[in-house]
């Protein structure tokens, strides 16, 4: 693991414009973080990779936006109103409560992962575990996640509703129109970005645990006698999507996930977790529903849900692999891994070593000079058809050249384009490399 610490990566991120804390003048919001400029573009841009890899360049994918609000059948047929809780302690003193499991972690105790909330509370009355504050903890109780919110001006049960804790729900229920729409050979899959949002008891770690994030998720339908080859199948096409991004592969660590930590919908899962600075941790996971969401709905609809073979064999409701991945977590792990230090002429150089598709900065350029018009007027020319070209280019004429440098490699920006005297005279400029800081000259028209 690098010397490079989370703090490191959230002041860049404050201070080059990727991310602000959420709600900031008011003092914030825990759990929230509102993406800045460059933020938004390096989002965005990893959101269309993994559109096109997965939705643009298959013929078995495809790409829905379904309503955050649902109607709250959804939720109490998919088991989230039941099911979708954390372990929840409360320090008797201060009435400040915790994840016990976090707390656990924290305190160095292994396996905690593993342990049953009867073996939690089990352990924190053994071993004497206090809170944070040295006060005594209550008995660990099941807290749920969901946000919950009324619909319309009525405020009583029939008009609960609740903010999406995950995309899929969106997919399930529309998994017999699109049947409907497109008659899609099985198997065959929904997919689709957004976000979802959890009341998380301990929101922590910058972006990687917050209380309102982003989800890219596929809903593959099968045959059920085909679940474990369409799991490899996928499990491998995700580490796939991983590697595209430039996430070196010996970060990345599939993870069986053990039966009693399994979401309640999952018979098998395989979580990739990643070396983030803050340890290795869950990035995205793979995750074999079962019939459970559509059978559930089937029966809590009475709609019928089953699929109808197009070879005339017996009608059946289909099965579900998921990949998953959190958007937020993976422009973590994209910053996380591309942030390099190294040393220029004797002083430290910060530098984003990202991918070109995905900086959301590709070319900046600049007068040598920018008090003489005759650079200014040649590099505004040069500005123009590099944006015209490759859209995400900037100009950048703040400070002088070296300063210039600084922050477009901080930014993660690949090339710098110079406009200087030569350019006058033989229609060249220099471009500097981000990675090497080479600069070659190079003539405009070659750009
Ligand atoms: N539909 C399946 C599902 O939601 P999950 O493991 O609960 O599964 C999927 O969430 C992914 O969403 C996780 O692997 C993680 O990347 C991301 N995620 C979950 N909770 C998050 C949080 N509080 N903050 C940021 N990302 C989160």
Redesign the pocket.
């Known amino acids: 693991m690098s010397d490079v610490k989370l703090e490191d990566i959230v002041s860049l991120c404050k201070r080059r414009g990727f991310m602000y804390q959420g709600s900031e003048i008011y003092g914030g919001l825990a759990g929230t973080w509102d993406y800045g400029p460059l933020g938004v573009q390096l989002k965005r841009n990893i959101v269309d990779a993994w559109w096109k890899f997965f939705i643009e360049s298959r013929d078995d994918v495809y790409g829905i936006d379904a309503a955050i609000l649902m109607n709250q059948k959804v939720w109490q047929a998919s088991g989230h109103v039941d099911g979708f809780n954390d372990p929840l302690v409360e320090d008797l003193k201060t009435k400040k409560r915790y994840r016990a499991d976090n707390l656990l972690e924290d305190l160095g105790i292994e396996g905690v992962a593993a342990m049953s909330t009867t073996q939690m509370d089990q352990v924190i009355e053994e071993q004497g575990i206090k809170s944070p504050d040295g006060n005594q903890l209550s008995k660990i109780r099941q807290f749920n996640m969901m946000f919950k919110t009324n619909v319309g001006v009525t405020e009583d049960e029939n008009s609960t509703s609740y903010l999406r804790p ?3 729900q969106g997919m399930f229920v529309n998994f017999k129109n699109v049947v409907d729409s497109f008659s899609p050979d099985m198997p065959f899959a929904l997919a689709q970005v957004g976000k ?1 949002f ?1 009341n ?1 008891i301990s ?1 922590r770690d910058f ?5 309102e ?1 982003e ?1 890219m ?1 596929i809903e593959l339908f099968i045959h059920p006698d085909n679940w474990k080859e369409e799991f490899e199948k996928w499990l491998q096409l995700q580490q796939d999507f991983y590697l595209s991004l430039g996430l070196p592969a010996d970060k990345l660590h599939k993870i069986e996930v053990p039966a009693e930590d399994r ?1 309640h919908y999952s018979k098998h899962s395989i ?1 990739t977790e990643f070396d983030f600075t803050i340890g290795q941790k ?4 793979c ?1 074999y529903r079962t019939d459970h969401d559509l059978s559930s709905h089937a029966n809590a609809s009475g709609k019928n849900l089953k699929y109808i073979p197009k070879d005339g064999s017996e009608a059946f409701i289909p099965h579900v692999i ?1 990949p ?3 958007l ?2 993976l422009v973590l792990a994209v910053i996380d891994s591309s942030y390099s230090v190294d040393e220029q002429n004797g002083e430290q150089r910060i530098y984003l070593k990202l991918p070109e598709h995905l900086a959301p900065v590709r070319m900046a350029v600049s007068p040598l000079l920018k008090n003489k018009p005759e650079l200014v007027e040649k590099a505004q020319e040069v500005f123009k058809a590099m944006k015209q070209k490759y859209g995400s280019v900037i100009w950048d004429d703040n400070g002088n050249i070296g300063k210039r440098y600084r922050r477009q490699d901080e930014i993660g920006t690949p090339k710098c384009v110079t406009i200087d005297f030569q350019t006058l005279e033989d229609n060249t400029v220099t471009i500097r490399d981000r990675d090497t800081t080479q600069q070659t000259r190079l003539s405009i028209d070659e750009l």
């Open positions: 995950e995309t899929a979802a959890r998380e929101p972006i990687f645990r917050v209380r994030l989800q998720e979401a979580d869950e990035l995205g996971g995750a998921e998953t991945f959190g937020d977590r």
